[in-house]
């Protein structure tokens, strides 16, 4: 079977490969590079997920990319704007030539010997075909596209209504008239509930404990100022450094002044709520930022609340029945569909197997050096954005580094680097430093950060941008060599040569 070569291979084309392609060819321009992806599309979770109102929770100011200004109304964007935005870029920037669709990687093999990735990659008719290269970025996302997460629930066939999980939304699901019942209170169970009371009877939330809601504005004036008076690119500029700071503003207040910032939030709800709403609803156990909050533009969830056409319920499931759901309370809610917002199935490295000379990796023996690379895992980076902040702007640091990387490697004639950490005395802490219950459920598969530079991980981009654009890389913590038997420079082979 032949073998094709490439200097780097980029697995996904979401927003984060896609835009590692962008960031490569530009800056990496006598790289060959390959994008495997497993779907049959661009665009990765703004593909996937077509539940009603799917859209950002974070501004696309900041959830763009730092190369290609957002141009549209919407801050707060709609799932088929970011999509067509990000398959944009794709054009923009003559990266879809280099796309192989149908593409599931499922074991990457390192040789230290030869400083070469394998990859075996499943074909749409299930063969495995094998590709090979120098350098490996794992743009994979977090979360199993297979499918969401749904917790056992007794009673599920007498129900006779339909139940869909948000990741598998069928298309023209028709709601009209029904009783909706959403499970969950996350950041897609505030984005269903408003969106369904166009058409449903009536939305109920339903959830076991309260989230903080915040209400963003959708469209922001100071973008439409901004925009008449300067060109597209300043004013894009200047408004994400703004977002940017707000958002660390506000997650520094929650974290800094806990006590301060929930009944800040609190009040902000109170304001949006109808009189004698009971307010234990928005009113949870931890504190701000403990999980993400979760954010609603204009405050769209609170005014179908208000209208009358979505409630809360807050109490725990006892089962299922033929009627809808019987809860621990003893209450009875009444539905024809039930959605079980209940999460993501997250998973690290698009559930490849990883190994090196045999001998497989285990992501959580393993620390995140710059939150670009792992301890002892040489020539592979993975995109992995902020949980605070948008996720391309960490996504669009990483690439850039990865970059500089590839580059200072070419130009001191090196063929392999591993990030190698020699100081017994670190303290090693979770990768993801949230409560939320998709992360707890699988924290013991994350990876690690360290409790120093440069294994610490820092949720401020502000910072990151220094720490990473600037940052030497002749780094004690690179180990750098060029192994005898690897080709002399593997950019030097042919683009996507085929070996026997
Ligand atoms: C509903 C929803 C809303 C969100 N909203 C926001 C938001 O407002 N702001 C924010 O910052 N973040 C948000 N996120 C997080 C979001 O995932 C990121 O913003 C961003 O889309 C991640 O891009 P990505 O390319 O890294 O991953 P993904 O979008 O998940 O794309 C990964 C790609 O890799 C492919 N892939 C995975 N494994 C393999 C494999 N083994 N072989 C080949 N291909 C593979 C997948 O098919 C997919 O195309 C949201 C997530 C969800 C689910």
Partial sequence: MATEYFDVIIIGAGLSGIGAACHLKKDCPQKTFAILEGRQAIGGTWDLFRYPGIRSDSDMFTLGYEFKPWTKRKGIADGADIRDYIREAATEHQIEPHIRFSQ????????????????????????????????????????????????????????????????????????????VVVIGSGATAVTLVPAMTDKAAHVTMLQRSPSYVITVPQQDVMVTALRKLLPEKWAYRIIRGRNVSITLGIYRFCKGFPQAARKFLQWTVKKQLPRGFDLSHFKPKYNPWDERLCAVPD??????????????????????????????????????????????????????????????????????????????????????????????????????????????????????????????????????????????????????????????????????????????????????????????????????????
Avoid at 309 to 316: E, I, L, R
Avoid at 455 to 460: A, E, S, T, V
């Fill in 104 to 179: 599931t990687v499922k074991a990457a093999r390192y040789d230290s010997q030869k400083a070469r990735w394998t990859l075996d990659v499943k074909q749409q008719d299930g063969t495995v075909k094998q590709y090979q290269c120098h350098f490996l970025m794992s743009c994979t996302g977090y979360y199993s596209y297979e499918e969401g997460f749904t917790p056992e629930f007794a009673g599920k066939e007498e129900f006779s209504g339909d139940v869909i999980h948000p990741q598998q939304w069928p298309e023209n699901y028709d709601y009209e008239n029904k009783k």
């Fill in 299 to 500: 405050g769209d969830m609170f005014k179908a609340i208000q209208q009358g056409k979505a409630s809360v319920v807050t109490d725990h499931i006892d089962r299922f029945n033929e009627k809808g759901i019987l809860l621990k309370s003893g209450k009875q809610l009444e539905a024809d569909t039930i959605i079980t917002a209940t999460g993501l199935k997250v998973q690290m490295l698009g559930n490849m197997d990883v190994s090196i000379d045999g001998q497989p990796f285990v992501p959580n023996q393993s620390m995140s050096y710059r939150g670009v690379m792992f301890e002892n895992l040489p020539n592979m980076a993975m995109v992995f954005g902020y949980t605070n902040a948008s996720w391309t702007l960490k996504a669009d640091l990483i690439s850039r580094f990865v970059c500089r990387l590839l580059n200072h490697m070419e130009a001191t004639g090196k063929q392999q680097v591993v990030p190698i950490n020699d100081n017994p005395n670190i303290e090693k802490r979770p990768f993801i430093d949230m409560q939320s219950g998709y992360i707890s459920r699988i924290r013991e598969q994350l990876p690690k950060q360290g409790s120093i530079r440069p294994w610490k991980l820092y949720q401020n981009y502000f910072l990151d941008m220094s720490l990473l654009r600037l940052a030497s890389l002749d780094d004690p913590a690179l180990e750098y060599s060029s192994p005898e038997s690897a080709p002399h420079h593997a950019s030097e082979q042919q683009p996507s040569q085929s070996m026997p």
